[in-house]
């Protein structure tokens, strides 16, 4: 059974956070620090500071889109995540 992840990355050099969701944690973080996602090449380098795992794309992908609101920026500020 294929799993999901929620993650967040941190580029410190520029002090931005990317939240996203893969199948493969591993190589989706490698294709950001490789610059093959169009959006985080300009922040290099990334590091992983937080994930989540999930049983569907769907948990995940809510996941994501809870991160990226009000409610969960909130969220990740009170659990020092972020």
Known sequence: MTKFFTYILFSAKHNK??????SNLQKRISDHNSGLSTFTKKYL?????????????????KREKFFKSYLGYKWLKQNKII
């Open 17 to 22: 956070h990317y939240f996203g969701h893969t």
């Open 45 to 61: 380098p990334w590091e992983l500071i937080y994930f989540e795992e999930f049983d569907s794309r769907a948990e995940a992908m």
